[in-house]
C-alpha cells in the first residue's frame, strides 16, 4: 500500500475526549498534505512521536509530546511494526524544513529500511 505522511503538529485541538487525527491536529500543514492525499487517492497519516503512524480517522486523545532524538529508536520500532502489520510498501513524507523535525524523518527512514520504499517532499510552510 502507498501512503502519504507529514509529521504531527504541536497545534492540537484542546477538546477532551478523542478525535480524529485530522481533527486533533490543527497545524496548517496538516490539512495541506492531506489535501494532497486526497488529490492522489492515498490514505493520509500523521507521524505522532507517541503514537508513530496514525491513520487519518485514528481517534487520538489530547495530548502534548515532542520527540526527543533519544527516543527516535523506540519510534522507528513502533513504525516499522506498523509498516510490516498494514501492508505499506512505499512512504511519501511530506516535511517542512523545521530542526524540529529532524528525529521524526528519521525515524521514519530507519523504520522503512528494508521494508518500504521511502521519500520525502518538502512542503513550504505557509504559515510565515
Avoid at 477538546?15 to 497545524?27: E, F, H, I, V
Avoid at 492531506?34 to 485514528?58: K, M, N, W
Amino acid at each position: 500500500m502507498d501512503i502519504v505522511a507529514t509529521i504531527c503538529s504541536r497545534q492540537k485541538d484542546p477538546k477532551k475526549g478523542l478525535l480524529p487525527a485530522t481533527k486533533r491536529y490543527t497545524g496548517e500543514h496538516i490539512m495541506q498534505v492531506h489535501a494532497i492525499a486526497q488529490t492522489l487517492h492515498l490514505p493520509f497519516y500523521v507521524v505522532s512521536g507517541r503514537y508513530g503512524l496514525c491513520r487519518a480517522d485514528d481517534d487520538l486523545p489530547h495530548y502534548d509530546y515532542r520527540l526527543r532524538p533519544e527516543h527516535k529508536q523506540m519510534l522507528s520500532e513502533l513504525i516499522a511494526d506498523q509498516i510490516e502489520v498494514q501492508n505499506i510498501t512505499r512512504l511519501r513524507l511530506y516535511v517542512e524544513q523545521k530542526l524540529s523535525w529532524v528525529p521524526y524523518i528519521s525515524a521514519v527512514e530507519i523504520a522503512c529500511a528494508g521494508r518500504a520504499v521511502f521519500e520525502t517532499q518538502l512542503i513550504k510552510n505557509t504559515a510565515n
